[in-house]
């Protein structure tokens, strides 16, 4: 028997889907046979096979607004990736509280927002639907000058099994914590090439993910294939960061 993600005849929405992650989760939903929705902010070129909204995922009418508009046109929504997030590295100590609102409520705050627009539409619909919350490793370690938005991928993994008991059995709900990602934006979070090698090297995989790779976790979630997996949160960071100790013992 040959096991293939198929998601051919589905309409997902990633959110935040044309750079970064977002993108590799786009490309892979759209080879798995997907329609797909993307929105942001701004206007953006949207990626090959695909639509591009714009939309503050923060603000609740224009999400509804969003989604209403989605269903009116293709006629229904199977898959929302929430991915959408971020934060700059800012000292908690001196950080605003406007600083910290911004930052809980697009990585917290308009996940939720995204997810109830999303399952009132799913659950009206015979074959349900599925949620996936991009979230992070910072939501289980020290997250140190991204303190807010450790704190909210936290929340954001808490979430995700809330709903999914909540909205069982018609929707399902999973997260991924994913780690170190190669994107547009590797040198800046990084630095050069010598610092993401040397970052590289404290990886067990031995590298950081492509976006795709994440992608593929995504689609799987989203497909028949997991089925049977709600309220999970899968890791997607190379088999994690080495403990202090081992890094100062052994050099990594």
């Not at 399952?119 to 949620?131: D, F, K, L, P, R």
């Amino acid at each position: 028997m040959t096991l293939a993600v198929d998601l051919s005849g589905r309409v997902a929405l990633v959110t935040g889907g044309t750079r970064g992650i977002g993108l590799g989760i786009t490309r892979t939903l759209v080879a798995a046979g997907a329609t797909v929705v993307t929105c942001s902010r701004s206007e953006s070129e949207p990626v090959p096979g695909t639509t591009h909204r714009v939309c503050d995922v923060r603000d609740p009418e224009a999400v509804q607004a969003l989604v209403a508009s989605l269903v009116s046109s293709l006629g229904r929504l199977d898959i929302l990736v929430n991915n959408a997030g971020g934060a700059p590295a800012t000292d908690a100590a001196t950080a605003s509280p406007r600083f910290h609102d911004k930052i809980v409520g697009l990585n917290l705050l308009a996940p939720l927002l995204c997810a109830q627009a999303a399952n009132a539409v799913m659950q009206q619909q015979e074959s349900g639907g599925t949620i996936v919350n991009i979230s992070s490793v910072s939501a289980h370690r020290p997250a140190p000058t991204i303190a807010a938005y450790g704190a909210a991928k936290a929340g954001l993994d808490s979430l995700t099994t809330s709903l999914a008991m909540e909205w069982a059995p018609r929707v399902r709900v999973n997260a991924v914590d994913v780690g170190l990602c190669r994107t547009e934006q590797t040198d800046d979070h990084y630095g050069d090439d010598a610092s993401v090698v040397a970052i590289e090297g404290t990886i067990p995989l031995g590298r950081m993910a492509r976006p795709e790779e994440v992608g593929n976790v995504v689609a799987f979630l989203a497909s028949d294939l997991a089925s049977y997996v709600s309220g999970a949160t899968v890791a997607c960071h190379g088999g994690g960061e080495p403990p202090a100790f081992l890094i100062v013992q052994k050099g990594l």
